[in-house]
C-alpha cells in the first residue's frame, strides 16, 4: 500500500468488520499453522533453560554453582533487553517482520555457545575466555527469546478466536515444558560421561534448538500480518485481504463463516504508535489494577521458575546425591507434570473462568511448596518423593503461569499489546533473573554450614511469592473468558460514528 493511500485512510475513521470476523472464524487448518509456526518459540525456550539448568557445561569451562547461576541470570537479562527492544518494534512495525528476525537471533547465540572455549589447563575457579564467551552468547540467545515471547504472544492472541483462546495460549506456553521434557530426556545420553565425551555432550545440546528452530523459520514465512495490527495501523486494505484469504481457506474445508450483523462493527482510525506518556496514561490511568495484576503475575512466576529451574540440578545433586545424568531422569516427570497442567487444566480456563482459575492455581501450588519445604528440612524426603511433590505443585503453578501471559496479552489494547507483554516480562524477569544467584548461593551456603536451613528458607520465600500472586488474581482477575479481544480491552484508535474517539489519550 502507498503511503498516499495510507495516510487518506487514517484521515477520518472507517467502519470494520474485521475484529469480529476474526473472532467468531471457525477453527480450521490456518490456526493448526499458527500455533505450529508461533507457539514452538516455548519449546526452544524449554530447550535453553533445561539444557542450561543441568550445568553439564561446568566440568568443560570450570564453573562452580555460582557461576551456573550467572549464565542463568545473563540469559534472563538477555531475555529482558530481547523483550523491551523487540516489543516496542511489534507495535510499531507489525508482527509478522519478527517472526524470523528474532528466531534468527536466537538461533545464532544458542548455536555459537557450543563453541565457547573449554577451561585453560590448572584453571583454578575464575574468570577466562570460554567462560566470557559463553555468557555473552547466553545473552544473546536470550535476546532473541525475549523478543518471541513479546511479538508472538502478541500476534497468536490475535489470530485466535476468542472461543479458544484460553485454552490455546496455556497450551502453547505450555510447550515449554515440551521442550524442557525434550532436553531432559537427550541428556540423560548426552551427559552420560560412559557414554559421550564430558566436553562433547553438553556443546552437542545447544545445537538442538537451532535445528529446531531452521524447520521454524520455514513455516513462518507463510503465516500473515496480524489484520487487527494492519487496520488499527492505517492499513485497512492489507487487513480486508488477509482476513479474506483466511475465510476463503475456511470454506475450502467445507466450513460455514458466521453471519455477523452490524452491531459487531468496530469504528477505527489508524495511528502511528504510542510515545511514553500515551504508554503511561494506559497503564497508570486507564487501567491501573489490571497493571497491578499482569505484573504481579509475572513476577510471582518468573521468580519461581527461574529459582528452582536453574538450580534444582544443584539440589538433587547435593542433597540427595544424584549424578547429572540421572539428575536428567527425575527431571522427566517433573517436566511432564508441567506440561500436563496447561493441556489438562486449559479447557476451564474458558468455562470456570480466568480469575478462578489462576487464583486458585497459584494457591494450590503455594500450598503444596510450603509443605515441601519443611518435609524437606526434616529430612523426611528422597529425591523420588520430592520430585513427585514438585510434580504436585508445578502441575497448577504451569497453568496458572501460562495464564499470567495469556492475561498480559488480552487485557490491554492492541496498540500496546506488544509493548505491554514486554514490560511485564522485562520487569518480571529482572525480579526473576536473581533467582538463579540467590538459589545457587543458598546452596553453597547449604553446603558449607552443612545444613538445609538457608534452602528451606528460599522454598519458603518462593512459596510466599506465589500465595501473593493468587490474592491478587483473585482480587483484581478479569473475567475476559469468550470475549473478543476488542471487548475486553477497546482499541485506542476506536471512534463513534460521529467521528468522535473513544478514548482520549494525552500528546
Not at 553439564?56 to 569451562?61: A, E, I, Q, R, T
Not at 520455514?218 to 483466511?246: C, D, K, N
Not at 510515545?275 to 503475575?297: D, E, H, I, S, W
Amino acid at each position: 500500500m502507498s503511503s498516499k493511500a495510507t495516510t487518506q485512510n487514517q484521515d477520518k475513521p472507517i467502519k470494520s468488520m474485521i475484529p469480529a470476523r476474526m473472532d467468531k472464524m471457525p477453527w480450521s487448518r490456518f490456526h493448526w499453522m499458527v500455533i505450529l509456526g508461533l507457539g514452538t518459540a516455548w519449546i526452544l525456550d524449554g530447550l535453553e533453560v533445561q539444557f542450561v539448568s543441568l550445568a553439564g557445561y561446568k566440568d568443560s569451562l570450570g564453573m562452580d554453582e555460582a557461576w551456573v547461576g550467572i549464565a542463568g541470570t545473563v540469559y534472563l537479562l538477555g531475555q529482558v533487553s530481547g523483550a523491551l527492544f523487540f516489543g516496542r518494534l511489534s507495535d510499531t512495525l507489525g508482527r509478522k517482520k519478527l517472526f524470523v528476525l528474532t528466531l534468527a537471533i536466537y538461533l545464532i547465540g544458542s548455536g555459537a555457545a557450543a563453541f565457547a572455549p573449554s577451561a585453560p589447563q590448572g584453571h583454578d575457579g575464575g574468570l577466562h575466555p570460554g567462560i566470557v564467551v559463553f555468557l555473552i552468547c547466553r545473552f544473546v540467545a536470550g535476546a532473541g527469546i525475549g523478543g518471541e515471547y513479546s511479538a508472538i504472544n502478541a500476534a497468536v492472541d490475535e489470530l485466535i478466536p476468542g472461543k479458544y483462546r484460553g485454552r490455546v495460549d496455556l497450551a502453547i506456553n505450555g510447550t515449554y515444558w515440551g521442550g524442557a521434557f525434550l532436553a531432559g530426556a537427550a541428556s540423560f545420553f548426552l551427559l552420560n560421561h560412559d557414554l559421550i565425551d564430558t566436553n562433547l555432550g553438553w556443546r552437542i545440546g545447544f545445537f538442538i534448538g537451532p535445528v529446531l528452530g531452521i524447520a521454524i523459520i520455514f513455516m513462518r514465512r507463510h503465516i500473515p500480518e496480524s489484520p487487527r495490527w494492519a487496520l488499527t495501523h492505517g492499513h485497512p486494505e492489507q487487513a480486508e485481504g488477509i482476513v479474506q484469504e483466511i475465510e476463503e481457506q475456511v470454506t475450502a474445508q467445507g466450513k460455514q463463516l458466521p453471519k455477523l450483523d452490524d452491531s459487531k462493527a468496530e469504528w477505527i482510525k489508524g495511528r502511528e504508535g504510542l510515545n511514553a506518556k500515551q504508554l503511561a496514561y494506559v497503564f497508570f490511568k486507564m487501567y491501573p489494577t489490571r497493571t497491578v495484576l499482569g505484573v504481579t503475575l509475572m513476577i510471582t512466576q518468573s521468580f519461581l521458575y527461574n529459582a528452582f529451574f536453574f538450580t534444582y540440578e544443584g539440589v538433587l545433586g547435593h542433597f540427595y546425591g544424584k549424578p547429572e545424568h540421572v539428575v536428567a531422569i527425575f527431571f522427566l516427570p517433573f517436566a511432564a507434570g508441567n506440561l500436563l497442567g496447561p493441556l489438562l487444566l486449559g479447557h476451564f480456563f474458558d468455562t470456570i473462568g480466568r480469575r478462578k482459575m489462576i487464583g486458585g492455581c497459584y494457591g494450590i501450588a503455594a500450598v503444596v511448596l510450603l509443605l515441601s519445604a519443611f518435609l524437606f528440612r526434616a529430612e523426611l524426603l528422597t529425591a523420588t518423593s520430592h520430585v513427585a511433590l514438585w510434580c504436585v505443585s508445578f502441575f497448577f503453578a504451569s497453568a496458572g503461569a501460562s495464564a499470567g501471559y495469556l492475561t498480559v496479552s488480552e487485557i490491554f489494547p492492541l496498540e500496546c499489546r506488544g509493548q505491554a507483554i514486554s514490560y511485564f516480562f522485562s520487569i518480571a524477569q529482572c525480579v526473576g533473573a536473581t533467582g538463579p544467584a540467590i538459589f545457587g548461593a543458598l546452596i553453597t551456603a547449604s553446603k558449607e554450614a552443612n545444613s538445609r536451613t538457608p534452602m528451606f528458607w528460599g522454598y519458603i520465600a518462593a512459596a510466599v511469592i506465589t500465595l501473593i500472586g493468587s490474592l491478587v488474581a483473585f482480587k483484581w482477575g478479569v473475567d475476559a473468558e469468550g470475549k473478543a479481544l476488542e471487548e475486553i480491552a477497546p482499541p485506542l484508535s476506536s471512534y463513534d460514528e460521529h467521528g468522535n474517539e473513544s478514548t482520549r489519550l494525552p500528546v
